[in-house]
C-alpha cells in the first residue's frame, strides 16, 4: 500500500478514536459526558474566556446536547476528579490510582514546586478545612497585602495548592471558575483502588490510555512531558511487548517516527463517513499535541494568546476547522456576551485545493450552533483571508444561519 494510503487510513483512525467521525459517538446527556472522559482519559481544563471555556468545548464537540452543568453534576456525584494529567484536568474517578505516583512526588518533595512552606501554614489549612468543611481560596484570611503574579499569592492559597497536589485535599465543587477543597477522605468513594501503581504498570496505563484515545501513537507523544528516563523505558518495553502479541502493529512511514496502532481500527476505516465541520478547542485532545497534527495532517497549529501581538500571525484565539479528515484552516473568535455577538474576527482558509462550496454550508451550520454555545443571538464576520472569500462566506452564514449575522 502506498504511504499516502496508509496516511489517509491513519487520519482516519484517530479521527475516528477521538469521536470526531461521527455524530454523537458517545451517546447524549450527562451519560455521554462520563463515556467521553473514560475514553479519552482525560479534559484539559483552562481558565481563558475568549470562546467558552475549552474544557466545555472539547465535550460539546462531541456530544450534540452538552450542557455545562453536566460537568458539576459528575464531579458532586463523585464519577470524576480534577488533578493533573500534562497540564490541570478533569479525570474519570476510576483512574484515580494512577494520579498517585505525581501526588507522592510532591508529598515525599521531590520536585522543585512549593517546597518552601511553612508546615504551620499546611497544618492550619487543612485543620480549618476539617473543621469547617469545604474552602475556597478566599475563605482564608491573609495579613499579606502583596498582590500581582503567581508568587505573591498569600500563604493558604499556596497551601491549598501543595495540598491538593500531594492529594491530601480534592476539589469538590466549583463556585464559578474558583475551586472548593475538602479531605480527600470525605470526598475519594470508599471503591476506589488506592493502591500506588508500580512503574510499569503506570506506563502500561498510559499506552493504553493513549491507544484507546487517538488508535495512534508515537514514544514520544505517549511521554509528552515526563523526563522520566525509567518510564519512557518501560512505554518501549510495553510496545515492544504489545508488538509481538499481535495486539498492535508498527507503521513506518518516511521522515515519521515509529507509529503504533491497533490493526482492527486500521481495517475499519476503509469507509469515510459524510464529511463534517468541526470547530476545536485549542485545548482538544486532538490537536494538543502539536506534533502529531503535523504529521498526521500536514496542520502547523500555535496558541498565540501568548505571543505578542505584533509576533501573531493568526490571531489570539483560533480554533481549528477540521472538515472530514482534513484541516482547512483556523478562525479568531471572540464571544462579545454582553451585546450577544459571536465574532469571527479573522478567518483563515488554508486548503485551497478543496472547493469552498463542499464545506461552506457546514461551516455556516456550525458556526449558528456556536454561537448558540457561547450565548450568543448574532454573528459578526469582520476579515477573511484570501479576502476573495468574503463575500460568498458572509453571504452562506445570512442564508444557513439561524443567528442574525452582521
Known amino acids: 500500500m502506498k ?25 447524549k446527556g450527562k451519560k455521554a459526558v462520563l463515556s467521553v472522559l473514560e475514553h479519552l482519559g482525560y479534559i484539559q481544563i483552562d481558565t481563558l474566556a475568549v470562546v467558552e471555556r475549552a474544557h466545555h468545548h472539547t465535550f460539546w464537540t462531541r456530544i450534540s446536547d ?36 505525581q501526588m507522592l512526588l ?15 501554614t499546611l497544618s492550619y489549612v487543612k485543620d480549618k478545612i476539617r473543621i469547617d468543611g469545604p474552602q475556597k481560596a478566599r475563605d482564608f484570611k491573609s495579613h499579606n497585602k502583596k498582590s500581582g503574579s503567581w508568587w505573591d499569592w498569600k500563604p493558604s492559597k499556596i ?4 495540598l491538593f497536589m500531594q492529594g491530601d485535599l480534592m476539589v469538590c465543587g466549583r463556585d464559578g471558575m474558583e475551586k472548593i477543597y475538602d479531605l480527600t477522605e470525605r470526598v475519594l468513594p470508599d471503591t476506589i483502588n488506592t493502591t500506588e501503581p508500580t512503574p510499569l504498570e503506570y506506563a502500561e496505563y498510559l499506552v493504553n490510555t493513549h491507544l484507546r484515545a487517538y488508535g495512534v501513537t508515537t514514544v ?25 502479541e499481535q495486539s498492535i502493529q508498527q507503521v513506518k512511514i518516511d521522515g515519521l517516527p515509529t507509529i503504533f496502532t491497533v490493526p482492527t481500527l486500521l481495517e475499519n476505516t476503509t469507509k469515510k463517513s459524510p464529511p463534517k465541520i468541526r470547530l476545536l478547542s485549542p485545548f482538544d485532545n486532538s ?38 479528515d482534513e484541516f482547512i484552516g483556523r478562525v479568531d473568535c471572540k464571544a462579545h456576551r454582553k451585546n450577544g455577538q459571536l465574532e469571527l474576527i479573522h478567518l483563515h482558509i488554508e486548503n485551497f485545493d478543496l472547493e469552498t462550496e463542499l464545506w461552506l454550508e457546514a461551516f455556516a451550520e456550525t458556526i449558528d450552533r456556536f454561537a448558540a454555545f457561547n450565548g450568543c443571538q448574532s454573528v459578526k464576520l469582520t476579515k477573511v483571508s484570501p479576502t476573495s472569500k468574503t463575500n460568498i462566506i458572509r453571504q452562506s452564514l445570512k442564508e444557513k444561519s439561524k443567528a442574525n449575522p452582521v
Request: overall charge positive; charged content about 30%.
Open 287 to 324: 490537536v494538543i499535541h502539536r506534533e502529531r497534527l503535523s504529521h498526521l495532517f500536514g496542520f502547523d497549529f500555535r496558541l498565540e494568546c501568548y505571543t505578542p501581538r505584533e509576533k501573531r500571525r493568526f490571531g489570539y484565539f483560533c480554533l481549528p476547522i477540521l472538515f472530514g
Open 220 to 244: 514520544k507523544q505517549i511521554t509528552h512531558l515526563k523526563a522520566d528516563k525509567e518510564l519512557r523505558k518501560n512505554v518501549e518495553l510495553i510496545l515492544q511487548s504489545m508488538t509481538e
Open 66 to 101: 452538552y450542557q455545562i452543568e453536566f460537568l458539576d453534576h459528575l464531579l458532586e456525584e463523585r464519577k470524576i476528579f480534577e488533578y493533573w494529567f500534562h497540564a490541570a484536568s478533569y479525570l474519570p474517578i476510576r483512574d484515580y490510582r494512577y494520579a498517585l505516583p
Open 159 to 162: 497551601a491549598l495548592e501543595k
Open 3 to 27: 504511504q499516502s494510503s496508509i496516511l489517509n487510513q491513519l487520519k482516519r483512525a484517530t479521527l475516528q478514536s477521538q469521536g470526531l467521525s461521527k455524530t454523537n459517538p458517545f451517546g
Open 106 to 120: 510532591f508529598k515525599r518533595g521531590e520536585t522543585r514546586y512549593y517546597n518552601n512552606i511553612d508546615p504551620k
